[in-house]
């Protein structure tokens, strides 16, 4: 195979400050494949050091106030004639670089903030019909599993297959305990939207790790609006929230007045999570009942809820049931998920059985 790669990855003193960005994972990645280093900004005809860049409104600017845009397309569309003679199957870039990012890069405002947008080089790669990686996408390929991943693209059908990698839950969740660690993972949390399924997965399963309240909040306050699918919004489940349930319950009143399928979706599956057992209150079932949507995956929820409230609550719960409360189709699956459940004994069972609607 043959690999175009971010000279700086590779070791090249080619970074703006003069420096690299050394990557264990790309040198590894790329044993025993033909390796073509580039930097376009150099091959434009910029010095090592030099002063920072990021496009700004379009136009490749430095720090400075100083219009570079000549230099970064001169120095990508060579970079581009050389991809073409040497056929490359793939390019590993430098993530969040004017010249080499996927997906993300920096806003223009050198502040350090990220947003969605691919570099000038990147971006010509792609119009040209070349597969890119962001060289940080290399841990999570190194975790593949191919039929894992054809075997979820089953299980959630509103995701393009094109977009799942196939890491298994137990490695995402100890790669997100290494990366609760690391000082920059704040990147990351911030790189919205994500590229990969996989990095929503991860995105969930850090949150979930974060020890303070308010910061917990503010995390999943972010990223609620860009949850696509049912198996990261269930993936999403804070433990700092099981000591916070009066707070809690504040931004749940807020979540299920939104209008985004997953967002109403979270909010009832945190008031089945943390309201059903000491801190139940009548209100709660009245507040899931009360939710109106033709959403798929809204009413599954829903009738997750009440199956689970009747296990847990039956004498207070088994009216809504009795008296129609639902609508159809969530009563009746409501009915189905209580009946498979073990902590409904086998007279519940019987009894609703004779409730369903036909």
């Given at each position: 195979m043959k690999v175009m790669v971010s000279a700086c990855l590779l070791g090249q003193k080619c970074k703006y400050n003069g420096g690299d960005n050394y990557s264990d994972s790309v040198i590894a990645f790329t044993e025993g494949h033909e390796v073509i280093p580039v930097c376009p900004e150099m091959e434009g005809g910029l010095p090592a050091p030099r002063i920072p860049c990021e496009i700004v409104n379009g136009i490749v600017m430095n720090s400075a106030g100083e219009n570079k845009d000549r230099e970064f397309r001169e120095g990508a569309?060579?970079?581009?004639?050389?991809?073409?003679?040497?056929?490359?199957?793939?390019?590993?870039?430098?993530?969040?670089?004017?010249?080499?990012?996927?997906?993300?890069?920096?806003?223009?405002?050198?502040?350090?903030?990220?947003?969605?947008?691919?570099?000038?080089?990147?971006?010509?790669?792609?119009?040209?019909?070349?597969?890119?990686?962001n060289a940080n996408d290399l841990r999570f390929f190194e975790l593949q599993d191919e039929k894992y991943r054809d075997f979820q693209a089953k299980l959630i059908p509103n995701i393009d297959p094109e977009t799942m990698i196939g890491i298994r839950t137990p490695e995402l969740r100890k790669l997100a305990k290494e990366m609760a660690k690391e000082s920059d993972t704040c990147k990351f949390l911030a790189a919205l939207p994500h590229r990969w399924f996989d990095e929503n997965q991860l995105h969930a399963f850090i949150i979930s790790l974060t020890k303070d309240f308010d910061t917990c909040i503010a995390q999943v306050e972010r990223f609620l609006p860009y949850i696509d699918n049912w198996a990261t919004c269930d993936q999403?489940?804070?433990?700092?929230?099981?000591?916070?349930?009066?707070?809690?319950?504040?931004?749940?009143r807020e979540w299920l007045k939104s209008d985004k399928t997953y967002i109403i979706r979270f909010a009832a599956g945190?008031?089945?999570?943390?309201?059903?057992?000491?801190?139940?209150?009548?209100?709660?079932?009245?507040m899931v009942a009360a939710i109106e949507s033709d959403e798929y995956y809204v009413n599954m929820m829903r009738a997750w809820y009440f199956a689970t409230a009747l296990a847990k609550q039956y004498d207070a719960v088994i009216p809504y049931i009795e008296e129609n409360r639902l609508d159809k189709w969530t009563h009746n699956k409501t009915i189905q998920k209580a009946v498979e459940s073990y902590r409904i004994t086998p007279e519940q069972k019987e009894y609703l059985r004779g409730l369903r609607i036909k």
């Open positions: 569309e060579k970079c581009l004639k050389l991809a073409k003679e040497k056929e490359i199957d793939l390019a590993i870039l430098q993530p969040r670089s004017p010249t080499c990012g996927v997906g993300h890069i920096y806003d223009g405002s050198f502040s350090g903030k990220i947003v969605e947008g691919n570099g000038v080089f990147a971006s010509l790669l792609i119009e040209n019909g070349f597969k890119v990686m999403l489940s804070p433990k700092v929230f099981g000591k916070n349930k009066e707070d809690l319950l504040k931004h749940i945190m008031l089945m999570q943390h309201y059903l057992d000491d801190d139940f209150d009548p209100e709660y079932p009245e």
